[in-house]
């Protein structure tokens, strides 16, 4: 079965400063990945996703996130954070090709410090 | 495309009362999930529809939870006799049915349940 973690529970980060959330995977054959934010009670916002092809994928908001099979990986970044980025991330693995749901890390709140 | 919609946005309930939560998916998806998310989680899979069909059910759905999308465009979720541990955040979210796997899942806002 596929999972996910993401070891890091809470980030604080400065405004301007670079920004990046770990995400390990579990899945035997070649993954479908997302990233995910939420803010406070509000539903999950797309940011990105990694079906095939270049390993380095850009997403909305000047986040990318790079996969990498022999870490089996899918870590999240930005270069410079904005204060409107606090939120609470959340990668994602998933469908199968038994099932259609996704499987969801426990997620990294992000702070960010003027 | 005006989103995923869910209704209510937030619901109080007794403990031992039915709650019915509504899930409207964007237009032309014919996939629609329900998820949980309970604090300092991530979502948890509870069901997934495709067209009007149930076609997966996970073992976090117990007896008391049932799910329907009669016509193959919004769904309901009822929860019956409600237990303090349903307390969570209901989510919603569809897919359009196109090339299988890879169908991006966007989620409505979610329908917090607290119960007392």
């Known amino acids: 079965a596929q999972s996910v973690t993401q070891p890091d529970i809470h980030i604080t980060v400065s405004e301007g400063a670079s920004l990046e959330l770990r995400c390990n995977y579990s899945y035997g054959a070649t993954p479908y990945l997302f990233w995910y934010v939420q803010s406070p009670g509000q539903g999950l916002q797309l940011l990105l996703k990694?079906?095939?092809?270049?390993?380095l994928v850009q997403g909305i908001k000047g986040f990318e996130a790079e996969f990498k099979r022999s870490q089996s990986s899918f870590n999240l970044r930005k270069p410079s954070v904005h204060w409107s980025d606090a939120a609470e991330y959340f990668c994602?693995?998933?469908?199968?090709?038994?099932?259609?749901?996704?499987?969801f890390g426990a997620g990294t709140t992000v702070t960010v410090r003027a | 495309d005006t989103g995923v919609s869910q209704d209510p946005r937030h619901k109080i309930t007794k403990r031992g009362q039915n709650v019915t939560f509504r899930c409207d998916p964007i237009?032309?998806?014919?996939?629609l999930y329900w998820y949980r998310q309970t604090l300092g989680q991530g979502p948890e899979f509870l069901t997934y529809?495709?067209?009007?069909?149930?076609?997966?059910k996970s073992r976090l759905l117990s007896d008391r939870f049932s799910a329907e999308r009669p016509k193959g465009s919004f769904s309901t979720l009822e929860i019956q006799r409600t237990e303090q541990g349903d307390s969570a955040m209901y989510l919603c979210a569809s897919s359009p049915l196109d090339s299988g796997r890879g169908d991006t899942q966007y989620f409505g806002p979610g329908t917090r349940l607290t119960v007392l």
């Open positions: 994602a693995v998933g469908p199968t090709s038994n099932d259609y749901k996704l499987s």
């Open positions: 990694y079906f095939s092809g270049d390993t």
């Open positions: 237009s032309e998806h014919n996939r």
């Open positions: 529809f495709q067209n009007e069909a149930q076609l997966e």
